[in-house]
Nanobody, 120 residues
Framework: QMVESGGGLVQAGGSLRLSCVAS????????LAWFRQTPGKEREFVAA????????YYADSVKGRFTISRDKAESTLYLQMNSLKPEDAALYYC???????????????WGQGTQVTVSS
Protein backbone atom coordinates (compact mmCIF):
# COMPACT_ATOMS: atom_id res chain seq x y z
CA GLN A 1 0.00 0.00 0.00
CA MET A 2 1.20 3.46 -0.87
CA VAL A 3 1.59 6.10 1.84
CA GLU A 4 0.79 9.65 0.76
CA SER A 5 1.67 12.83 2.63
CA GLY A 6 2.17 16.54 2.14
CA GLY A 7 -1.39 17.74 1.77
CA GLY A 8 -2.74 20.74 3.60
CA LEU A 9 -4.47 24.09 3.35
CA VAL A 10 -3.05 26.63 0.92
CA GLN A 11 -4.26 29.87 -0.61
CA ALA A 12 -5.06 30.04 -4.29
CA GLY A 13 -1.85 30.66 -6.19
CA GLY A 14 0.21 28.83 -3.61
CA SER A 15 2.20 25.62 -3.81
CA LEU A 16 2.32 22.20 -2.18
CA ARG A 17 4.53 19.17 -2.64
CA LEU A 18 2.96 15.77 -2.17
CA SER A 19 4.99 12.66 -1.44
CA CYS A 20 4.14 8.99 -1.84
CA VAL A 21 6.26 6.17 -0.49
CA ALA A 22 5.69 3.17 -2.70
CA SER A 23 4.86 -0.26 -1.34
CA UNK A 24 7.89 -2.39 -2.10
CA UNK A 25 10.36 -1.28 -4.74
CA UNK A 26 8.64 -0.46 -8.04
CA UNK A 27 9.97 -2.21 -11.10
CA UNK A 28 11.28 -0.21 -14.03
CA UNK A 29 8.27 -1.34 -16.02
CA UNK A 30 5.78 0.09 -13.55
CA UNK A 31 3.85 3.30 -13.99
CA LEU A 32 3.10 5.31 -10.87
CA ALA A 33 0.40 7.93 -10.90
CA TRP A 34 -1.44 10.54 -8.93
CA PHE A 35 -5.22 10.67 -8.93
CA ARG A 36 -7.60 12.94 -7.07
CA GLN A 37 -11.16 12.68 -5.94
CA THR A 38 -13.81 14.97 -4.53
CA PRO A 39 -17.02 13.81 -2.83
CA GLY A 40 -19.58 12.50 -5.28
CA LYS A 41 -17.17 12.43 -8.20
CA GLU A 42 -15.09 9.72 -9.79
CA ARG A 43 -11.40 9.43 -9.21
CA GLU A 44 -9.62 11.70 -11.70
CA PHE A 45 -6.23 11.21 -13.31
CA VAL A 46 -3.69 13.93 -12.49
CA ALA A 47 -0.24 12.76 -13.58
CA ALA A 48 1.82 9.63 -14.14
CA UNK A 49 5.45 8.65 -14.58
CA UNK A 50 7.16 5.60 -15.99
CA UNK A 51 9.34 4.45 -13.14
CA UNK A 52 12.23 3.31 -15.31
CA UNK A 53 12.53 5.94 -18.05
CA UNK A 54 10.88 8.79 -16.21
CA UNK A 55 8.47 9.61 -19.01
CA UNK A 56 5.72 11.82 -17.64
CA TYR A 57 2.06 12.34 -18.46
CA TYR A 58 -0.34 15.04 -17.26
CA ALA A 59 -4.01 15.83 -17.32
CA ASP A 60 -4.70 18.95 -19.34
CA SER A 61 -6.09 20.66 -16.26
CA VAL A 62 -2.73 20.55 -14.47
CA LYS A 63 -0.25 20.73 -17.33
CA GLY A 64 2.24 23.54 -16.79
CA ARG A 65 1.38 23.83 -13.09
CA PHE A 66 2.10 20.38 -11.64
CA THR A 67 5.27 18.33 -11.93
CA ILE A 68 5.53 14.63 -11.19
CA SER A 69 8.89 13.14 -10.29
CA ARG A 70 10.37 10.17 -8.51
CA ASP A 71 13.33 9.20 -6.37
CA LYS A 72 14.12 5.66 -7.39
CA ALA A 73 16.56 5.09 -4.54
CA GLU A 74 13.90 6.04 -1.99
CA SER A 75 10.98 4.46 -3.89
CA THR A 76 9.21 7.77 -3.48
CA LEU A 77 6.91 9.59 -5.86
CA TYR A 78 6.38 13.34 -5.74
CA LEU A 79 3.87 15.83 -7.06
CA GLN A 80 4.92 19.47 -7.04
CA MET A 81 1.80 21.59 -7.34
CA ASN A 82 2.17 25.27 -8.18
CA SER A 83 -0.36 28.00 -8.96
CA LEU A 84 -3.02 26.05 -7.11
CA LYS A 85 -6.65 26.80 -7.84
CA PRO A 86 -9.75 26.14 -5.73
CA GLU A 87 -10.76 23.44 -8.22
CA ASP A 88 -7.56 21.53 -7.38
CA ALA A 89 -8.90 20.84 -3.89
CA ALA A 90 -9.38 17.08 -3.47
CA LEU A 91 -8.13 13.95 -1.80
CA TYR A 92 -4.99 12.99 -3.67
CA TYR A 93 -3.97 9.36 -4.08
CA CYS A 94 -1.01 7.59 -5.61
CA UNK A 95 -1.08 4.12 -7.10
CA UNK A 96 0.88 1.74 -9.28
CA UNK A 97 0.08 -0.03 -12.54
CA UNK A 98 1.79 -2.28 -15.06
CA UNK A 99 1.05 0.10 -17.90
CA UNK A 100 0.02 3.70 -18.43
CA UNK A 101 -3.67 4.50 -18.29
CA UNK A 102 -5.69 7.52 -17.27
CA UNK A 103 -8.41 5.29 -15.86
CA UNK A 104 -7.94 4.25 -12.23
CA UNK A 105 -9.02 0.68 -13.02
CA UNK A 106 -5.59 -0.87 -13.76
CA UNK A 107 -3.95 0.74 -10.74
CA UNK A 108 -3.45 -0.98 -7.39
CA UNK A 109 -1.90 -0.51 -3.97
CA TRP A 110 -3.95 2.62 -3.33
CA GLY A 111 -3.09 4.52 -0.18
CA GLN A 112 -5.38 6.46 2.14
CA GLY A 113 -4.80 9.71 0.28
CA THR A 114 -3.73 13.15 1.41
CA GLN A 115 -6.16 16.07 1.52
CA VAL A 116 -5.45 19.25 -0.41
CA THR A 117 -7.58 22.29 0.39
CA VAL A 118 -7.27 25.50 -1.59
CA SER A 119 -8.86 28.68 -0.28
CA SER A 120 -9.90 31.41 -2.67
Amino acid sequence: QMVESGGGLVQAGGSLRLSCVASGRPFSSHVLAWFRQTPGKEREFVAAIRWGYGTTYYADSVKGRFTISRDKAESTLYLQMNSLKPEDAALYYCAKANSYDTSPTPYRDWGQGTQVTVSS
